[in-house]
């Protein structure tokens, strides 16, 4: 199984981003998806999950209202819109795929926000 994330990068407040993760090896229809994010010496943090029908989505008080979650069950890829950013979301950003008590995560890719 791999999550492969991208679409990380520079930029500055107020700008937007959008995050990929393309996933293989697994049925990923049926798995739900999420967006996590983790700073050096921080915990974790949920940012954002999806469904698996794409359905549901659920957000972190912090990004409600700037951050979209969706998926495309064609292309085994699920996304983060992410728009008006702040510093406070400098991050590594983590794809997770989860199934009952099976999950796999991405390795990451690097947002920072800075001007």
């Known amino acids: 199984v791999q999550l492969v994330e991208s679409g990380g990068g520079l930029v500055q407040p107020g700008g937007s981003l959008r995050l990929s993760c393309a996933a293989s090896g697994l049925t990923f229809s049926w798995y739900a998806m999420s967006w996590y994010r983790q700073a050096p010496g921080k915990e974790r943090e949920l940012v954002a999950s999806?469904?698996?029908?794409?359905?549901?989505?659920n957000y972190a008080n912090s990004v409600k209202g700037r951050f979209t979650i969706s998926r495309d069950n064609t292309r085994n890829t699920v996304y983060l819109q992410m728009n008006s950013l702040n510093f406070d979301d400098t991050d590594v950003y983590l794809c997770?795929?989860?199934?009952?008590?099976?999950?796999?995560w991405g390795q990451g890719t690097q947002v920072t926000v800075s001007s």
């Open positions: 997770n795929a989860r199934w009952g008590t099976t999950e796999y």
């Open positions: 999806i469904s698996s029908s794409g359905r549901t989505t």
